[in-house]
């Protein structure tokens, strides 16, 4: 009695763990020659998620940035990739992009994390962009073009941060057919810190306008072509 007891619990627990393996779908992770591969298709989305230094240090070509260390900016920005196209994450060494991963997943989004990170991708040979020094935007330059102008509208923005990324299609249209004649000067967000500062922007994007020299408007995040051209016939 007590045998066919114990088979019918062995057979029970199999059961239930084959019924956990087969419905679970594990996280995937490629190493670095398969994710760069798997990159170069189109219709995908590749995320750094270092710091905002460790990115201007060398990253991946067309990459977007959002800091898995600081939760704010991660959710900010991540919540506007497309759920509809994979994610593919990295990091320095691939643990902040594997609790990314499993951060993203939960929400919806197909990840696919770099086995090893940026060390493995460098240690294979494989490129990187941005690697050196750039001069920053000085913060005279800024004052004279804000004050000599008009109308002023300035973003402090990135290529990789990913609302910066989706206002693209909103700015080229808004400059095409503004409310009223402007003059667009993008900052940096990764890289004039100092204007950044003397801004006193936070947050990627931002936008400020400046009329006659004096600021009467700012906004930070997304804006639409409605609210621009308010803005811009006050």
């Not at 977007?64 to 920005?77: G, I, P, V």
């Not at 994450?89 to 696919?112: D, F, I, N, P, W």
């Not at 770099?114 to 800024?142: C, H, I, T, Y």
Request: aromatic share 8%; net charge positive.
């Amino acid at each position: 009695m007590k045998c066919k007891l114990c088979i019918s619990l062995f057979l029970m627990v199999s059961f239930l763990m084959s019924c956990a393996q087969t419905s679970t779908n594990p996280s995937l992770t490629l190493n670095a020659a398969a994710y760069k591969e798997a990159i170069a298709a189109k219709n995908i989305q590749v995320l750094d998620v270092r710091t905002a230094a460790e990115f201007n240090g060398g990253h991946i070509k067309h990459a977007l940035q959002a800091n898995w260390l600081d939760q704010k900016e991660f959710t900010d920005r991540t919540q506007h990739l497309d759920k509809n196209l994979p994610v593919y994450v990295y990091c320095q060494a691939g643990a902040r992009s594997a609790s990314a991963q499993t951060a993203l997943e939960a929400k919806g989004y197909k990840v696919v994390n770099l086995e090893g990170g940026m060390s493995n991708w460098k240690m294979n040979g494989f490129p990187v962009d941005g690697a050196g020094d750039k001069a920053q935007m000085r913060v005279e330059d800024l004052n004279t073009t804000t004050s000599s102008n008009k109308i002023v509208l300035v973003e402090v923005g990135a290529d990789w941060c990913p609302p910066c990324r989706k206002m693209l299609p909103v700015l080229e249209t808004l400059k095409q057919k503004p409310a009223a004649p402007f003059y667009f000067l993008r900052v940096d967000g990764g890289n004039d810190i100092d204007v950044m500062k003397s801004l006193k922007s936070e947050g990627l994007p931002t936008f400020i306008l400046f009329k006659n020299g004096k600021e009467t408007w700012r906004h930070e995040g997304l804006v639409t072509l409605e609210e621009f051209n308010a803005a811009l016939s006050k």
